[in-house]
């Protein structure tokens, strides 16, 4: 085996972490869950919008219905001043009190329809309004989902090679020294594997003793174990 290996080995584990690490957070996932909110914002305001259309609709008919009654009494008293059943002066003031009245009441209820109209179209181009940015959200919902897609495809493509690659390193190196390099790469990650360099362990934060080193520089073995860091140490 070469010593290179194994430090290749440490290499790729690295980078599978990384690739990992950017597969779980993309930014189109944030971006995604943004969008996401957004939609779910709208709608939630269409149909808060949709109930308040159905309420003004009911009120629009009931003033338009309003008005519908009281024209047809008006036209009622307006035939029977005209008709010339009610001769009395007093009746016919009072026939004619009641028209204009009527009439007042007509014009308000009239007033009233027209502004519940007025609501609905204001509210129909406020739900359109907010329709279309639901489609935009769509869009961008689709386009971003594509996206992680295509981004993982290419991660995955990657951590497979990567796979591949460590598992053939794998079969050249002693099992024993893997086993000891993936038990402290939970402690030392990506510095599990060290050179020796300078005379001295590259693990080790500090200066080592001076013994150490010595037994180090003068080993017959390839690879040692750091007696200072507990690194696994190539020579
Ligand atoms: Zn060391």
Do not use: W
């Amino acid at each position: 085996m070469s010593h290179h290996d194994l430090l290749e080995v440490q290499r790729l584990d690295v980078e599978t972490d990384q690739l990992l690490h950017r597969r779980a957070v993309l930014a189109q996932r944030g971006q995604l869950r943004e969008a996401t909110d957004e939609r779910k914002r709208l709608t939630a305001e269409i149909d808060q919008i949709s109930l308040i259309q159905i309420e003004v609709a009911t009120r629009q008919k009931r003033f338009e219905d309003e008005a519908q009654i009281v024209a047809a009494r008006i036209e009622t008293d307006e035939a029977r001043l005209y008709s010339g059943e009610v001769t009395g002066l007093r009746d016919l003031q009072a026939l004619q009190d009641e028209i204009a009245s009527l009439r007042n009441r007509q014009s308000d209820l009239e007033d009233e329809a027209l502004n519940a109209m007025e609501e609905a179209e204001s509210l129909a181009s406020r739900a359109a309004a907010l329709s279309t940015e639901v489609d935009v959200c769509d869009q961008r919902i689709g386009d971003l989902n594509a996206e992680i897609n295509s981004a993982e495809a290419e991660i995955d493509a990657r951590l497979e090679t990567v796979r591949s690659n460590r598992t053939e390193l794998e079969a050249d190196l002693d099992s024993s020294l893997i086993a000891d390099y993936e038990r402290l790469r939970s402690m030392f990650g990506s510095a599990t594997v060290v050179r020796f360099e300078n005379g001295k362990c590259m693990g080790c934060p500090s200066m080592m003793p001076a013994m150490e080193a010595d037994r180090m520089k003068h080993s017959t073995a390839d690879v040692l174990s750091c007696d200072e860091c507990g690194r696994i140490v190539l020579l």
